[in-house]
C-alpha cells in the first residue's frame, strides 16, 4: 500500500512541477465546450440536445491527448525499468500511475463539467448528472488509456496511434457517459447508465492494471 | 495426436504444410463461391419487399460474419502466443488481419449500398453497422500498432494484446452500440428479420459464408508463408529452399 | 432459370447500381488481396535471397 501511495505522490509532485500539462488537458476541454456552440449556432433548444454527447467527447478527447505522458517520462529516465524490477508487483504501481493521471487530466474535467454545461442551458438535474457520469466515467478513461499508453511507448508516431487503438475501446463509456445525461433530461432516468458505467470502471479497474502492466513488460524486453 | 499438433509449431514444419494446404482451401474457396453466386443469382426468387436489391445480402452477410470469425480466430493465436510464447502464433494473428480488415470494410460498404436503396441513406446507425465500423477501426488499429514497432517479436505481442483486449470488447462495444441504437431510433431497421427468408436465400448465404471462411484460410496460410521467409531468414532451411536459391540465381543474373 | 433476359439480370429490378457495386467492390478487393499476397510472397523472397547473397559474397571473395 505503501509503494502505491508513494507512486502516486510522486508522480503529482512531478507534474504539478510542469503544471502547463494540466492546463493543457483543462484548457482543451473548455475550448472545445466554446467552439461547438459557436459551430452550431445558439439556439438554446439545439444546444441542450447536442450538450451530453459535446461534453462528453470534449472530456473524453482531453483525457486522451494525456494519456501519452503516462509512462513516458519515467521510461525515458529509466524509472519504468526500476519499477518493473522491484519488489512490488508492477500491477500495483501501474494502478498508482493511473490513479495519478486520473486525478491530474480527469478531475479537473469533473469539476469543470458543471460551468460548461451550464452554457449549454442545462437544468440543475442534468448538469448533476453530467458531473456523476463523468466522475465514474473518466477513471474508466484513464484505465482503458493506460493500456494503450503500455502498448505503443517508444513508438513512433506514438500520440496518434494511441488515440487510434484506444478510441473504439472507448466508445461503451461514452455510450453510457452521455446517455445517462440524456435519459435524465428526457426523464427516464439516468440509474441504468450509471451502474453499467461504474461496473465496467470495476471491471477495468481489476483487469486494466494487469494488462498494462503485462503491455509494459513486452515495451521493456525489448 | 499432440506430438504432432507441437511439430508443426515450428515455422520450419509449418512452412511446407501450410504450403500444401493452401490450394486446397482456395480451390474450395473457389468452387463454393461459384455454386453460392449461381444459387444467389440465378436460383433465389425476388425478395416481395426488397425486390432484386436484397441480392447483396449474399456478399455482405458472410463478410460481416467472416470479421467477426477472423477477430476471433486473432484473438485465439494472440492467447496462444502469450500464453506459450511461440513465434508461430504471433505470424498467424498477423497474417489473419489484413484479410479481416478487407472483410470488414466490405461489410461496411456493402452495408452502405444496401442501406441507400432501402432505407434512403448511404449509412444509418444502425447497431450492427456501427459495432462493424468499430471492428474495422479496431483492425486498422492492430495492423498499425504491429507495423509501427520494428522489433517483430514485440510487434507480435503488443499485437496479441491488442487483439485479446479488442476481443474482449467487442461484445461490450456492440451491447453498448444497441443499447444506444434502440434509445435513439424510433424505427428499427432490421436486415433479415421481418421478411421471412425463403430457404434458397439462407441457403446461398450459408454457401457464400463457407466460401469466404475458406478462402480467408487460403489467404492466411499464403500470407503467413512469407511472414515466415522473412522471420526465418537467418535459419539455414530457409537458405536451402529451392525457391529461395532460384531466387538466389536469379538475383545473381541480374546483377551480372 | 429465374430471369427474363440477360438485360434483366444487369439491371436486377432497378438495383443494379448497388448490387453490383456491391458484388464488383467484394470480388474485386479480394482479386487484388490476391495480387497483393503473391507481391507481398515476392518481396520476401528477393529479401530473403539478396541477404543470403550478403552474407556469404565477403566469404567468396575470399576464396577466389
Known amino acids: 500500500m505503501s509503494a502505491f501511495l508513494a507512486i502516486v505522490k510522486r508522480d503529482l509532485t512531478l507534474a504539478l512541477r510542469r503544471k502547463n500539462e494540466v492546463i493543457t488537458a483543462v484548457f482543451f476541454f473548455v475550448v472545445v465546450a466554446a467552439l461547438f456552440p459557436l459551430g452550431i449556432g445558439p439556439e438554446l433548444n439545439t444546444l441542450r440536445l447536442v450538450a451530453p454527447g459535446i461534453l462528453w467527447v470534449g472530456a473524453l478527447l482531453a483525457s486522451m491527448l494525456s494519456l501519452g505522458r503516462m509512462f513516458a517520462a519515467d521510461h525515458a529516465d529509466g524509472t519504468l525499468e526500476q519499477m518493473a524490477l522491484s519488489p512490488n508487483s508492477l500491477s500495483v504501481l501501474v494502478a498508482a500511475k493511473i490513479l495519478a493521471h486520473w486525478l491530474l487530466s480527469g478531475l479537473p474535467l469533473v469539476l469543470l463539467a458543471p460551468l460548461l454545461g451550464l452554457q449549454f442551458d442545462l437544468s440543475t438535474n442534468a448538469l448533476w448528472i453530467l458531473t456523476l457520469s463523468l466522475l465514474l466515467g473518466t477513471p474508466l478513461l484513464s484505465l482503458i488509456g493506460a493500456i494503450g499508453a503500455a502498448l505503443t511507448l517508444g513508438v513512433r508516431g506514438g500520440d496518434v496511434l494511441l488515440s487510434l487503438l484506444v478510441l473504439p475501446l472507448y466508445v461503451p463509456a461514452l455510450v453510457f457517459g452521455a446517455g445517462a445525461v440524456e435519459a435524465e433530461i428526457s426523464g427516464l432516468g439516468a440509474s441504468a447508465h450509471l451502474s453499467i458505467l461504474a461496473a465496467m470502471g470495476l471491471v477495468a479497474a481489476v483487469f486494466s492494471p494487469w494488462a498494462s502492466a503485462a503491455s509494459l513488460r513486452i515495451a521493456l524486453e525489448s | 495426436m499432440f506430438q504432432k499438433l507441437f511439430f508443426y509449431a515450428s515455422p520450419q514444419s509449418f512452412y511446407p504444410l501450410a504450403g500444401r494446404l493452401w490450394p486446397l482451401f482456395a480451390l474450395a474457396g473457389t468452387a463454393l463461391t461459384a455454386w453460392g453466386m449461381w444459387l444467389g443469382m440465378f436460383v433465389a426468387p425476388t425478395d416481395f419487399q426488397q425486390g432484386e436489391g436484397y441480392r447483396i445480402i449474399f456478399v455482405h452477410v458472410p463478410a460481416s460474419w467472416m470479421s467477426m470469425v477472423i477477430y476471433l480466430a486473432m484473438a485465439f493465436w494472440a492467447l496462444l502466443g502469450l500464453t506459450f510464447n511461440t513465434r508461430l502464433s504471433g505470424m498467424m494473428c498477423r497474417a489473419l488481419a489484413p484479410t479481416g480488415a478487407i472483410f470488414a470494410f466490405l461489410s461496411l460498404w456493402t452495408g452502405a449500398l444496401w442501406g441507400k436503396p432501402m432505407w434512403g441513406a448511404w449509412w444509418v446507425w444502425d447497431a450492427r453497422l456501427t459495432s462493424e465500423l468499430i471492428l474495422f477501426f479496431l483492425y486498422l488499429g492492430y495492423i498499425a500498432l504491429t507495423s509501427a514497432i520494428d522489433d517483430a517479436r514485440r510487434a507480435d505481442k503488443a499485437g496479441g494484446i491488442l487483439a485479446l483486449v479488442g476481443a474482449l470488447n467487442v461484445p461490450i462495444i456492440y451491447f453498448s452500440v444497441k443499447w444506444w441504437n434502440t434509445l435513439h431510433q424510433g424505427a428499427s431497421v432490421s436486415m433479415t428479420k421481418g421478411s421471412s427468408m425463403a430457404q434458397t436465400m439462407l441457403e446461398a448465404m450459408l454457401i457464400m459464408g463457407m466460401a469466404f471462411w475458406l478462402y480467408a484460410i487460403a489467404m492466411a496460410l499464403y500470407r503467413v508463408r512469407s511472414i515466415i521467409l522473412v522471420r526465418e531468414r537467418h535459419v539455414q532451411w530457409v537458405a536451402d529452399l529451392p525457391e529461395v536459391q532460384a531466387m538466389r540465381a536469379h538475383a545473381l543474373e541480374a546483377q551480372s | ?64
Open chain 3, 1 to 64: 432459370m429465374i430471369w427474363n433476359s440477360a438485360a434483366d439480370f444487369w439491371a436486377m429490378g432497378g438495383y443494379g447500381l448497388y448490387v453490383w457495386g456491391s458484388m464488383g467492390m467484394t470480388f474485386g478487393l479480394m482479386a487484388l488481396e490476391m495480387l497483393w499476397v503473391k507481391q507481398a510472397r515476392a518481396q520476401a523472397l528477393k529479401q530473403v535471397a539478396l541477404e543470403i547473397e550478403a552474407a556469404q559474397t565477403p566469404a567468396k571473395e575470399w576464396h577466389s
